[in-house]
């Protein structure tokens, strides 16, 4: 990997292939069921990937994270870039990850926690 964050213009391959691997994780760990208003887009070489209401970022960014170290965890394989996760940024609203060295935002507009045992995750 470079050191260098990848961008749709220079990059493009790896680029779209960080968000096809978070949308499908998403899928794959249960949320995008709870998650209304789904919008993903690009902007400052950053997918931002929103919705109204449903889970909070920061819990569905932990499970992601415990998915991608669980190997046995159907997600781990797309997830096998996920690098960082970033939980210093002191919004509630809003959880950064780095998959290929491509930074990702999750963004919720009206962060609720579900009945499905989200609460409950944890980083």
């Known amino acids: 990997m470079t050191s260098q964050p990848a961008s749709e213009?220079?990059?493009p391959e790896r680029?779209?292939?960080a968000l096809g691997r978070?949308?499908?994780?998403?899928?794959?760990?249960?949320v995008l069921d709870e998650m209304t208003a789904l919008r993903w887009w690009s902007a400052d070489q950053t997918w931002k990937i929103e919705w109204r209401?449903?889970?909070?970022?920061?819990?569905?960014?932990?499970?992601?994270?415990?998915?991608?170290?669980?190997?046995?965890?159907?997600?781990?394989r797309a997830l096998r870039g996920m690098t960082s996760l970033d939980?210093?940024?002191?919004?509630?609203?809003?959880?950064?990850?780095?998959?290929?060295?491509?930074?990702?935002?999750?963004?919720?507009l009206d962060p609720a926690a579900s009945?499905?045992?989200l609460a409950a995750a944890s980083v």
């Open 115 to 117: 009945d499905t045992g």
């Open 53 to 76: 209401t449903g889970p909070d970022p920061h819990q569905v960014a932990a499970m992601l994270w415990q998915a991608a170290a669980d190997l046995q965890h159907p997600a781990s």
């Open 22 to 30: 978070v949308m499908h994780a998403l899928a794959l760990i249960g």
């Open 9 to 11: 213009f220079h990059q």
């Open 15 to 17: 680029y779209f292939e």
């Open 87 to 108: 939980r210093s940024n002191g919004s509630p609203h809003y959880a950064y990850l780095q998959v290929l060295d491509v930074p990702v935002m999750l963004r919720a």
